[in-house]
């Protein structure tokens, strides 16, 4: 498979990246994507195993989770960072603990998300750390490519989890921020097999960064009920839900069916707030309530039908990309 500016960048040998999944991605699965050639990403909460309000504990698991990191591979990894609101106090709280913790510890790279980039590029970059941040338009591409970040991250509208508003798919994204910026891009939205590599290279991008497809890989923290509910969806089987500041792909369950009723009700955004206080994404997607309560998950679900390992899905994309590729001839 092509090496691209992102693999020397980053120090990997396929142009892969496992984006990050909140309660998912725990140390085995980033391990088991950098030991294969491509580069795991630990999520923010990481190794939880409970919802905590300590911003000190937070950080002490994320360090642990580090360290087991570099105990199970001396291959690249990277660390989210989810800036969080200003006017959410606790909500930056969080990320600073995370990147005080970073800086302390030592990691290869951070992919930033959910804030803008002027909060911690400068101080990660200062410490040598290869900053890659995560947009939803061309104009936020660029924007963070003035303040200095290594590469982009554009999210397509098809991505799983939270998102921006901006409703735009990735094979119109990808192309429109190789326009608008010069440093490498990487692609998520939809992004599950060879085929969708292929695209996503031939639209500008430099690499990929794939988040349902190692949802469901034998080395994911996500509940087995979870994981069977990926495998078992259909191509119409994720939606959008509006939430107050961000967007939410996830399966439609009990969960969104309630929530788009909610949406339709006067006063809405506080009483979805409340709801979805007792239907977290830990429970959909961790204790494994796949019916009652979030399961994000991108569009692309309704092509993944088996539970690999890490290594088996970034092995078959190689292996397959030459046959992709050929069709092109
Ligand atoms: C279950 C799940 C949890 C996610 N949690 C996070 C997160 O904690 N931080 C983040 O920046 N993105 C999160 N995302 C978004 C992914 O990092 C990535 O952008 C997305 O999965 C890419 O699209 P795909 O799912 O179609 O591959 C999550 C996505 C999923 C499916």
């Known amino acids: 498979m092509k090496r691209t500016r992102i693999c020397e960048l980053l120090g990997i040998e396929y142009p892969i990246i496992q984006a990050p999944m909140n309660w998912l991605c725990g140390a085995e699965l980033v391990a088991a994507v950098s ?34 990191v570099k105990s199970l591979t001396n291959k690249p990894f990277a660390v989210n960072v989810t800036v969080g609101s200003e006017s959410n106090f606790s909500d930056r709280e969080f990320s600073k603990q995370s990147v005080g913790v970073i800086l302390e510890e030592g990691v290869p790279a951070v992919c930033v998300s959910v804030g803008g980039p002027q909060v911690y590029t400068k101080v990660l970059k200062e410490a040598g750390i290869k900053v890659l941040h995560a947009v939803s338009n061309a104009r936020y591409a660029r924007r963070a490519e003035e303040e200095g970040v290594d590469a982009v991250i554009a999210e397509g509208f098809e991505a799983g989890g939270y998102k921006g508003f901006d409703e735009l798919p990735t094979m119109v994204l990808i192309p429109l921020v190789a326009d608008a910026v010069k440093i490498p891009i990487v692609a998520g939205g939809g992004i599950v ?29 996500a509940h087995p009920k979870a994981k069977e509910l990926i495998v ?43 709801f979805d206080a007792e239907h977290s994404i830990m429970k959909g997607t961790f204790l494994g309530d796949v019916q009652g309560s979030m399961v994000p998950s991108g569009a692309g679900a309704g092509l ?9 899905v970034i092995q078959n994309i190689v292996k397959v990309m030459d046959t992709v590729l050929e069709r092109l001839k």
């Open 35 to 68: 030991n294969a050639g491509a580069l795991g990403t630990l999520g923010p909460n990481a190794g939880a195993k409970t919802i905590t309000t300590d911003v000190v504990e937070t950080g002490e698991r994320l360090r642990s989770q580090i360290r087991k």
């Open 193 to 221: 097999d060879a085929r969708s590599v292929a695209a996503a290279l031939v639209l500008g991008a430099d690499a990929v960064y794939m988040g349902t497809r190692f949802f469901a890989t034998k080395e994911s923290d």
């Open 232 to 274: 078992q969806a259909k191509d119409t089987d994720t939606v959008s839900v509006r939430k107050q500041h961000m967007m939410l792909r996830a399966l439609k369950n009990d969960y969104t069916t309630k929530a788009l009723e909610i949406l339709a009700r006067p006063n809405a955004m506080e009483e979805l707030a409340k």
């Open 304 to 312: 993944i039908s088996d539970i690999p390992s890490a290594a088996e």
